[in-house]
């Protein structure tokens, strides 16, 4: 793997606060203690979610970058709630 660039450090580093910002300002933010990383324009979110009175530990890897990882458990969500269309 080459050597990242000052560029893409940057990017990445913009990239992560801009998941970070829209973590913090979403109503579920607050339910959640998530650490955000990006790589190579890739972001993964690790942390622990609340369920069943308990926390457990998570990872979020974006479908399309899972290739090559070996075998594993995957689970994959959809929103629960669609955005309200605009007039």
Avoid: C
């Avoid at 990872?59 to 994959?76: D, I, K, L, Q, T």
Wanted: charged share 25%.
């Amino acid at each position: 793997k080459a050597a990242k660039t000052v560029r893409d450090t940057s990017e990445d580093a913009i990239l992560t606060t801009k998941v970070k910002t829209a973590i913090a300002l979403s109503k579920s933010g607050s339910t959640f203690d998530i650490d955000v990383d990006s790589d190579e324009g890739v972001v993964t979110l690790t942390g622990k979610a609340r369920r069943g009175g308990g926390e457990v530990p998570f990872m979020a890897v974006p479908y399309f970058s899972w290739a090559n990882r070996g075998p594993g458990e995957m689970s994959v969500w959809l929103k629960s709630q669609l955005p309200e269309s605009s007039p």
